[in-house]
T-cell receptor
Framework: DARVTQTPRHKVTEMGQEVTMRCQPI?????VFWYRQTMMQGLELLAY????????DSGMPKDRFSAEMPDATLATLKIQPSEPRDSAVYFC??????????????FGPGTRLTVL | AQSVAQPEDQVNVAEGNPLTVKCTYS??????LFWYVQYPNRGLQFLLK??????LVKGSYGFEAEFNKSQTSFHLKKPSALVSDSALYFC???????????FGSGTRLQVQP
């Protein structure tokens, strides 16, 4: 049963520290998305990649957030320095990119980040 | 810009009764619509999607959704609710020109025994 995996599942850190979240997309999927979920904003897109190339990161605070895909099996989302307002659940999703915009995205379990 | 509205924060229904979770959308061009479910401390699970064709889409766990172009709606339905259906439900639309999903605010479904 193929699924998206994310690590860590929970992270508590202090303001100013660097946070790195990792995602392993489903094997063969070549689109990867990062979403953030908060009570106030709901689910919002941070960035997405196709064939490891970033296509849209307009939802991401550029000064502190960065997203990369070092290889096809790993996507990373980094926050440096972290701030309390970054506390949220961060989801990674992947899709097969077979039919373009009709593709289904499959979500990982999320990383719950708490910045104190 | 595309948008999705879920007008109800919470829906309460008794077990065995039919349920409906409402969703309306606004897009330019053809809509590509999705429903996801989120259980506590879990990721989002895909339920069903509408791309084209039959207005009634069947999905996982006995759920279905009815696409209504004139009312720009895509309501999620189930003929007989289960307590285990209690969860947070999200409607989403695909952005034209990019593959990311735009989500509604979510509707919490509570099924009482």
């Amino acid at each position: 049963d193929a699924r998206v995996t994310q690590t860590p599942r929970h992270k508590v850190t202090e303001m100013g520290q660097e946070v790195t979240m990792r995602c392993q997309p489903i094997l063969g999927h070549n689109t990867v998305f990062w979403y953030r979920q908060t009570m106030m904003q709901g689910l919002e897109l941070l960035a997405y990649f196709r064939n490891r190339a970033p296509l849209d990161d307009s939802g991401m605070p550029k000064d502190r957030f960065s997203a990369e895909m070092p290889d096809a099996t790993l996507a990373t989302l980094k926050i440096q320095p972290s701030e309390p307002r970054d506390s949220a659940v961060y989801f990674c999703a992947s899709g097969p990119d077979l039919a373009g915009i009709t593709d289904t995205q499959y979500f990982g379990p999320g990383t719950r980040l708490t910045v104190l | 810009a595309q948008s999705v509205a879920q007008p109800e924060d919470q829906v309460n229904v008794a077990e065995g009764n039919p349920l409906t979770v409402k969703c309306t959308y606004s897009v330019s061009g053809n809509p590509y619509l999705f429903w996801y479910v989120q259980y506590p401390n879990r990721g989002l699970q895909f339920l069903l999607k509408y791309i084209t064709g039959d207005n009634l889409v069947k999905g996982s766990y006995g759920f279905e959704a009815e696409f209504n172009k004139s009312q720009t709606s895509f309501h999620l339905k189930k003929p007989s609710a289960l307590v285990s259906d209690s969860a947070l439900y999200f409607c989403a639309v695909r952005d034209m020109g990019r593959r990311a999903l735009t989500f509604g605010s979510g509707t919490r479904l509570q099924v009482q025994p």
